[in-house]
């Protein structure tokens, strides 16, 4: 049996993707959690052997579930999302998620992917991989977009500062040049701009 973990804060999906899933004879889900932060304590109390998080979730998003994962447990992560964009493509790879599929796909194709993963494969759905190679670069820096990312929830400079372990006024140098490189006057210009490209 392969040991699934579902996260998704919308719980009408969640409970019916789950109850679908459970139809599989080699398919059991083992916990069905509704944030980011209960999927990584569900999945370090129960190490399932696939887990699959919504992108867009309370608490801890998709991305930040695989990369907390990731370093402790030998789980597979598997990305969901209703908003493929390309930027986040890139962003769940270098997480270490191995497979990425929009929303849009069938329960069958689901339990596909979660079989080709959980046999040690990986999955990106060829429409949105086919967008990711002719998007445009990101200008930031990787630095750039962690202060961003930190925060894109309207987080004070110093709250950024002490997620990140910078000083306060590091922070307000990369928001300075964040702002310069995209032509924006605010740094929730910068960050709306930057989801829309897929970048955070």
Known sequence: MIRVLLADDEGMIRSALAALLRL????????????????????????????LLDLEMPRLDGVEVTQRLHRTLATRCVIVTRHARPGVLRRALASGAAGFLPKSR????????IRRVAAGGRYVDPEIAADALSDERSPLTDRELDVLRAGRRGETTGQIARALSLAPGTVRNHVSAVLGKLGVDSRQQAVLLAEEHGWI
């Open 24 to 51: 599989e004879p080699d398919i059991e889900v083992v916990a069905e959690s509704a944030d980011g932060a209960a999927a990584v304590a569900d999945a370090e109390r129960l190490k399932p052997d696939v887990c």
């Open 106 to 113: 069938s329960a069958d194709e689901v339990a596909s992917v």
